[in-house]
């Protein structure tokens, strides 16, 4: 499986492409960061996102698309930017009957590090292991649109899992997270261990 993962931004916008075997072992393909600049007009500043992730998707022709899911944040200015960012790259997607999944960050980060609330240095410590990279990718855009590719390939269940012989430390780690995730979630919900 091929995923182009996406950390949408104005400023900085991460694109991670990366190839997904079958036993999960993830290989880079590409991974770069677009921005804009705060001096252009909001329109110029999407079209060059638009035109980068257009270069993206016919170049690399992933099988789908994994891009972040807008949160709420103080900064209204920034979810906004986002969201229109999104916006922008799903449409791109879209145009070309490319698949699009929406992911959190307490997803990523659980599904790479093995919890939910591992920072931005941990992510970008086990992408690079994950990838088997010599040097972690930069600036953190990019390693956090990197784990969102892995992330999905991992999540999805279009990889399948070859039991502990063939598992890394990452992905024991992810699934044993899950599985504590599924666990509180169950115990969240009245009545849904009877499900």
């Keep these: 499986m091929r995923v182009l993962g996406v950390d949408p931004g104005l400023t900085r916008c991460g694109l991670g492409v990366v190839d997904v075997a079958p036993n999960r072992a993830a290989t880079l393909v590409g991974v770069g960061v677009v921005g804009s600049s705060h001096e252009q007009s909001l329109d110029a500043r ?8 257009d270069q993206w998707l016919d170049v690399f ?3 789908v698309l994994a891009i972040e899911r807008v949160f709420a944040q103080t900064n209204l200015s920034t979810v906004m930017g986002v969201a229109q960012v999104s916006g ?39 992408v690079t292991r994950i990838l088997r990279l010599d040097e972690p990718p930069r600036p953190a855009d990019a390693a956090d649109a990197l784990a969102l590719a892995i992330a999905h390939a991992w999540r999805s269940g279009s ?10 430390a990452a992905q024991q780690l992810w699934r044993d997270a899950e599985a504590r995730a599924k666990l509180t979630k169950n115990k969240e919900k009245p009545g849904a261990a009877w499900r």
């Design 46 to 53: 999407l079209l060059v996102i638009a035109n980068a992730i």
């Design 61 to 63: 022709k992933p099988d």
């Design 88 to 126: 922008v790259v799903m449409v791109a997607a879209a145009r070309r009957n490319i698949p699009v999944a929406m992911h959190t960050p307490s997803e990523v980060k659980a599904a790479v590090t093995g919890s939910g609330r591992a920072d931005k240095a941990s992510v970008t410590a086990m």
């Design 159 to 168: 990889a399948v899992a070859t039991g502990s012989a063939g598992t890394t």
